[in-house]
C-alpha cells in the first residue's frame, strides 16, 4: 500500500516537501534546514530557518522571496557560487561546484548536476535544460545520516560512486530526469528511504508516483510520497 504523509521521520530527522523542490528538515536537536524555498508553494512565511541551501538560480529553485520567508533572523544562506545574489539582501555563503564545504558545523558535499547534451532532456534548439556548470547537487551529513538531494539532473557517470541513507531525486521528466531513470538513481545510491520530488508542479512534470514507488518495491527500497 501506498501511503501519502505531509512529513516523514527518519534517523531523527524530519523531512517535510513544501512543494515541488521545496524541502523543510528538522534534526533532532532543533536545527532548521530549507532547501530551494520557493514563494509560490509556500503557504505561510515560517522564518524558522537556521540554514537555507540554494541548488541553481531557475525561479523555482533560486526565490529570493521563498528565502525571506523561511529564514529565522540569523539563518545562514548557502547558495551555489554560480548564483548572481546581488538581489538577495543577506549575507551569502558560497557553495562550490564540486567538493566539500561546513556550512555551520555541517559537511555538505557539492556535486555537479546537468542534463546530458545528447540526452532527451533539451529544449528545442537541442539545448540542455541544465547545462554543465548551471546546478549542483546536495550530499548532507546530518549527525551521520546522509541526505542526497541531486537537483535538476540526469543520472550521470559521476553520481554511480555516490551514497546516501536518504535520497531526494526529482521524477518528473522534461527538465530532469524521469521516474525511469530515477529508479535507477535510486538503485546506485543504495538508500534506505527515497522521497521523490519535482513532479506534478506543471503539466510537463506530470507523471505516475506510484508506479515509481512500484517500480522499487523489489529491491527492498523504501519510498514515501510526502
Given amino acids: 500500500m501506498i501511503r501519502v504523509t505531509m ?44 540554514i537555507v541551501f540554494v541548488t541553481h538560480d531557475d525561479f523555482d529553485h533560486y526565490d529570493p522571496a521563498g ?21 538577495l539582501e543577506r549575507d551569502v555563503v558560497d557553495l562550490p561546484a564540486d567538493g566539500e564545504t561546513t556550512v555551520d ?15 532527451e532532456h533539451v529544449d528545442d534548439d537541442g539545448n540542455p535544460f541544465h547545462a554543465e556548470g548551471e546546478v549542483i547537487g546536495l550530499r548532507i551529513d546530518l549527525d551521520g545520516t546522509t541526505v542526497f538531494c541531486p537537483s535538476d539532473t540526469d543520472f550521470l557517470e559521476h553520481h554511480e560512486s555516490i551514497t546516501a541513507a536518504v535520497f531526494i531525486p526529482p521524477i518528473g521528466g522534461h527538465f530532469t530526469m524521469d521516474r525511469h531513470e530515477a529508479a535507477d538513481f ?27 514507488v512500484a517500480e522499487l518495491e523489489d529491491d527492498d527500497i523504501r519510498v514515501e510520497l510526502f
Fill in 7 to 50: 512529513s516523514i521521520t527518519y534517523e531523527g530527522i524530519t523531512f517535510e516537501r513544501i512543494g515541488h523542490a521545496s524541502k523543510r528538515l528538522e534534526t533532532d536537536d532543533g536545527t532548521v534546514i530549507y532547501i530551494d524555498p520557493w514563494e509560490e508553494v509556500l503557504e505561510s512565511e515560517p522564518g524558522d530557518g537556521d
Fill in 67 to 87: 528565502i525571506d520567508a523561511v529564514s529565522g533572523p540569523d539563518a545562514t544562506v548557502a547558495v551555489y557560487e554560480a548564483v548572481d545574489t546581488s538581489d
Fill in 105 to 119: 558545523g555541517i559537511t555538505v558535499q557539492t556535486v555537479p548536476a546537468y542534463n546530458d547534451p545528447d540526452g
Fill in 186 to 212: 535510486a538503485r546506485s545510491v543504495d538508500p534506505e528511504l527515497v522521497l521523490p520530488e519535482h513532479y506534478d508542479t506543471f503539466e510537463p512534470i506530470e507523471t505516475d508516483a506510484e508506479a515509481f
